[in-house]
């Protein structure tokens, strides 16, 4: 490995896209959005630029997510993205390529997965590794994973949610369900067009979710005014929300999830299944940071489950990590040159 040659992690998110530098730590943080030009296909802005955008946009300005339940949706608008990352994190003037690590979901078929190594090397990338979530974010989370112990990791993003039971080093049983912190989203915008004639927008129902958001009914409410357009009358309109509206609202997308923890747990093999009850489940990812989801994950499963440290970065520094004991992790990673 020589001195010049940088290396770089992406958690290339559905919703945001994470770069991590060995030694400086996240350097960058934005929404996995694309503003791109109708007439001539230009792209004309990326990350958080790109996502003010989203729902304001004239009729000749598309605001693409080229990232569809964390899988590439659209090649060429992915790797214009991941160009303007990689130069992003690195500065104007480098000139030497980077060795580049990018997540992908434990799910992913090996032509998605030659899709992002095609994408990284076109964006300007020396290598490109791909490996999978829940081992990067075991591995951010601080989880030893080359013991023979099993340890449950449930990683909770915008697009998927990965569950898998990882031992010496690799994935011994997984799924991945295509239910996460979007379709809570939509779950919520949907409810509330139902239930109060009112439209919101994609960012007010994440609004929601955060500020007032639980995963199970709450004793002491949360509330919060949302303002939308009625859905009669067409005008603005504001009302007003309770937290439990939300549980109720976001019920069905919450028993996908947890119907996802307990398939992966009912095919573990039994020795593993004792190591997850001493361990627990660690749930990683930003939907994880769901108020109380912990909480009704050992509910339903009777497995004590606890949220990870930085859940949101944890996938992001296992990047970094293992990009900096890549000896150490070749076992679980594909490279391509």
Same mark, same amino acid.
């Given at each position: 490995?020589?001195?010049?040659?940088?290396?770089?992690?992406?958690?290339?998110?559905?919703?945001?896209?994470?770069?991590?530098?060995?030694?400086?730590?996240?350097?960058?943080?934005?929404?996995?959005?694309?503003? #791109?030009? *109708?007439?001539?296909?230009?792209?004309?802005?990326? /990350? +958080?630029?790109?996502?003010?955008? =989203? $729902?304001?946009?004239?009729?000749?300005?598309?605001?693409?997510?080229?990232?569809?339940?964390?899988?590439?949706?659209?090649?060429?608008?992915?790797?214009?993205?991941?160009?303007?990352?990689?130069?992003?994190?690195?500065?104007?003037?480098?000139?030497?390529?980077?060795?580049?690590?990018?997540?992908?979901?434990?799910?992913?078929?090996?032509?998605?997965?030659?899709?992002?190594?095609?994408?990284?090397?076109?964006?300007?990338?020396?290598?490109?590794?791909? #490996?999978? *979530?829940?081992?990067?974010?075991?591995?951010?989370? /601080? +989880?030893?994973?080359?013991?023979? =112990? $099993?340890?449950?990791?449930?990683?909770?993003?915008?697009?998927?949610?990965?569950?898998?039971?990882?031992?010496?080093?690799?994935?011994?049983?997984?799924?991945?369900?295509?239910?996460?912190?979007?379709?809570?989203?939509?779950?919520?915008?949907?409810?509330?067009?139902?239930?109060?004639?009112?439209?919101?927008?994609?960012?007010?129902?994440?609004?929601?979710?955060?500020?007032?958001?639980?995963?199970?009914?709450?004793?002491?409410?949360?509330?919060?005014? #949302?303002?939308?357009?009625?859905?009669?009358?067409?005008?603005?309109?504001?009302?007003?929300?309770?937290?439990?509206?939300?549980?109720?609202?976001?019920?069905?997308?919450?028993?996908?999830?947890?119907?996802?923890?307990?398939?992966?747990?009912?095919?573990?093999?039994?020795?593993?299944?004792?190591?997850?009850?001493?361990?627990?489940?660690?749930?990683?990812?930003?939907?994880?940071?769901?108020?109380?989801?912990?909480?009704?994950?050992?509910?339903?499963?009777?497995?004590?489950?606890?949220?990870?440290?930085?859940?949101?970065?944890?996938?992001?520094?296992?990047?970094?990590?293992?990009?900096?004991?890549?000896?150490?992790?070749?076992?679980?990673?594909?490279?391509?040159?």
């Amino acid at each position: 490995m020589s001195f010049f040659s940088k290396k770089l992690g992406i958690d290339l998110g559905t919703a945001n896209t994470l770069v991590f530098l060995p030694g400086k730590g996240i350097v960058l943080n934005e929404p996995s959005v694309v503003a #791109v030009s *109708e007439q001539d296909n230009k792209i004309l802005a990326v /990350g +958080i630029e790109a996502k003010k955008m =989203v $729902g304001r946009t004239p009729d000749n300005i598309i605001a693409y997510k080229p990232m569809k339940d964390g899988v590439i949706a659209d090649y060429r608008v992915t790797e214009a993205m991941l160009r303007y990352f990689i130069d992003k994190a690195l500065g104007k003037w480098n000139i030497f390529k980077p060795d580049v690590m990018i997540s992908v979901p434990a799910g992913v078929t090996s032509t998605e997965r030659r899709a992002v190594i095609e994408a990284a090397l076109k964006a300007g990338a020396k290598n490109a590794y791909v #490996v999978k *979530e829940p081992i990067l974010a075991a591995i951010g989370a /601080g +989880i030893p994973i080359y013991e023979a =112990v $099993g340890h449950m990791v449930v990683d909770i993003g915008g697009g998927t949610t990965d569950v898998a039971v990882i031992s010496l080093g690799g994935i011994v049983s997984s799924t991945s369900v295509k239910c996460a912190g979007n379709r809570i989203d939509y779950a919520i915008a949907d409810y509330i067009k139902k239930t109060f004639n009112l439209a919101i927008g994609d960012k007010t129902a994440e609004d929601i979710k955060i500020k007032i958001g639980s995963a199970i009914p709450l004793e002491e409410e949360l509330t919060m005014i #949302v303002k939308g357009r009625d859905f009669v009358s067409g005008l603005p309109r504001s009302t007003e929300m309770k937290t439990n509206e939300i549980v109720k609202a976001i019920g069905k997308e919450l028993r996908e999830m947890i119907k996802a923890i307990k398939d992966v747990l009912q095919e573990t093999p039994p020795e593993l299944a004792a190591d997850i009850i001493d361990q627990g489940i660690i749930m990683t990812g930003g939907s994880s940071m769901l108020r109380n989801l912990p909480e009704l994950v050992f509910r339903r499963t009777g497995v004590k489950a606890t949220l990870a440290e930085d859940a949101l970065f944890c996938v992001a520094k296992g990047t970094g990590i293992a990009l900096e004991h890549l000896h150490t992790y070749k076992k679980s990673i594909i490279s391509k040159r």
